[in-house]
């Protein structure tokens, strides 16, 4: 089992920036990639990043690219901030070796962080 525990979020204003992180616990030399995903108030879970923990190109979701950075030791840096980038910030582990978008191809999830940007 992995467990996995986010912290950094808080509330910031817009333009602001927030550096979120993932601290993993258990087997971790199991898990070989890992993500981001965020759910706003009233919507669905969406993707946000992901990267495989060896290194690699990272996938951003369009809405974050050039303002966030995912890495690979379980960091995700947002610049920049939003109004918009409010939500529930959680991250996930996959056993397996891809960079996916799909929530299905994650095993093990965080209980999750609020960012809250608002002025």
């Known amino acids: 089992q992995v467990q996995l525990v986010e912290s950094g979020g808080g509330l910031v204003q817009p333009g602001g920036s927030l550096r979120l992180s993932c601290a993993a616990s258990?087997?971790?030399?199991?898990?070989?990639?890992m993500g981001w995903f965020r759910q706003a108030p009233g919507k669905k879970r969406e993707f946000v990043a992901a990267?495989?923990?060896t290194g690699g190109r990272a996938l951003y979701a369009d809405s974050v690219t050039g303002r966030f950075t995912i890495s690979s030791t379980g960091y995700l840096q947002m610049n920049s901030l939003k109004p918009e980038d409010t939500a529930v910030y959680y991250c996930a582990a996959s056993l397996r070796m891809i960079v996916a978008e799909r929530e299905s191809e994650y095993d093990y999830w965080g209980q999750g962080t609020q960012v809250t940007v608002s002025s």
């Open positions: 258990g087997r971790t030399f199991s898990t070989y990639a």
């Open positions: 990267l495989i923990r």
